[in-house]
């Protein structure tokens, strides 16, 4: 039995000092001061542990009128889900978006957890399928596009989604409001799942168009030919996007967003289950000295191309070439570029005519991103965002990074 702390044990605290917690309120009496005294006396009596009187005296002393500093504490943290409600209340986003961006992070939770057991659950491999672009699909491709279209259905703010694994987009039946259109790569990279290389998921948010609403039945999952071309139409360039961002699944698992504000980054805390805020306001380097490319694809590239990444590679004056890093992830090699400046490309080859990425869900995201932190996305020739797409699956040569070096290649291609 524990005995209370007699009431001749007082607190003097400053007003900006918070409460202990394992001192009980109703034991303890509370003196609003400028200075911080702490004076505990027991007079022989204090608590009580298995029948043995322990004395309690302790005493802290500061200087009356000093001022502190005050310091972000280690339980201070700032959560997704509190970011985002934060952006709500300075009217940046409404709450149906907050509530699509919410769902999309539940999306990235799930798929982390699949990502990380894929062995354990038999998850790796393929799944026997192809998907619209001649792919074989993994099965974590499959099961991760399950994952994000069940949740942004579910969060009833959603009119349209469109993912690079479905054949045509997909208009949500039950959308209570909102009905903004989520387009997304559910499982980017998907080809390093079994070497547990970083793969990702890219997303981006259009805003509503209330005059072309498909609705379809549940038995019902494709649209017929008239409604695909009223989704079709609804496909806009990067420049009309509200928000778009990434899931990283790495050593940590990192969620990337950007609500043209900025771009901030969140990582995920397993001991909360939360993304916690860790960046803001991230800003790519203006130059960097490590560009990103296939190179076992140099043979097909056009000699410009070739001539570019052979400048890069000559030391010259400084006698320091450039550093070649690539993952085959363009979330893993988008994000390294975000952080140490450089350039990141997927060019068109003799085999690929157009390049291999998608505008809709993986260049435009990425595009609005690096230009939200200063950076540059080209197709070699013009801005990636202003590019209206012509069909759901377009692909376009993407180059990606520091300004600097993203118009050093355009220079090079003109």
């Known amino acids: 039995m524990v005995a209370a702390i007699p009431t001749s044990c007082q607190l003097l605290f400053s007003t900006s000092t918070s409460t202990p917690s394992r001192l009980s309120p109703t034991t303890l009496s509370f003196t609003d001061a400028r200075s911080t005294l702490l004076s505990c006396s027991n007079n022989n009596q204090g608590v009580m542990s298995n029948g043995v009187a322990m004395g309690v005296r302790c005493a802290a002393v500061g200087t009356v009128g000093e001022t502190t500093t005050t310091k972000k504490k280690s339980y201070e943290i700032q959560t997704l889900t509190g970011w985002l409600l934060k952006q709500e209340q300075a009217g940046d986003i409404d709450a149906e978006l907050t509530i699509v961006l919410s769902s999309i992070s539940m999306a990235c939770k799930q798929i982390a957890s699949l990502v990380q057991r894929a062995s354990i659950s038999n998850l790796t491999g393929v799944q026997g399928a192809v998907n619209i672009q001649g792919e074989d699909q993994k099965k974590l491709d499959v099961v991760s596009n399950e994952v994000f279209s069940n949740c942004l259905r579910s969060s009833g703010r959603t009119g349209i989604i469109a993912s690079e694994e479905e054949d045509v987009p997909v208009a949500v039946e039950e959308s209570y409001s909102g009905n903004y259109i989520v387009v997304f790569d559910p499982l980017d990279g998907s080809s390093n799942i079994d070497a547990a290389v970083s793969t990702g998921s890219i997303f ?3 805003s509503p168009n209330d ?3 498909a609705d379809i ?3 019902n999952s494709t649209l017929q030919q008239q409604e695909l071309k009223c989704v079709v139409s609804v496909c806009q ?10 899931c990283m699944y790495s050593s940590s698992v990192i969620f990337v967003l950007s609500i043209g504000k900025g771009v901030f980054s969140f990582t995920l805390d397993p001991m909360y289950g939360e993304f916690v805020l860790v ?7 203006k130059s960097g000295k490590i560009y990103s490319f296939n190179e076992g694809n140099y043979q097909m590239w056009d000699d410009k191309l070739k001539k570019y990444i052979d400048d890069l590679k000559d030391p010259g004056p400084s006698g320091k070439p450039y550093s070649s890093r690539y993952i085959g992830s363009l979330v893993g090699d988008f994000h390294r570029t975000l952080l140490y400046g450089g350039i990141y490309g997927y060019p068109r080859d003799a085999k690929s005519k157009n390049g291999k990425l998608r505008l809709l869900y993986e260049c435009a995201p990425m595009s609005y991103l690096v230009e939200q932190a200063g950076g540059k996305g080209s197709d070699g020739h013009q801005r990636v965002l202003d590019i209206q797409p012509v069909e759901i699956h377009q692909r376009v040569p993407l180059y990606i990074g520091s300004t600097e070096e993203v118009e050093k290649l355009e220079k090079y291609l003109a």
């Open 217 to 219: 039945n549940d038995d």
């Open 204 to 206: 981006g948010i259009y």
């Open 279 to 285: 960046q803001e306001n991230i800003q790519i380097p």
């Open 211 to 213: 005059e072309c609403l």
């Open 237 to 246: 360039p990067g420049n009309n996007l509200l928000a778009a961002g990434y």
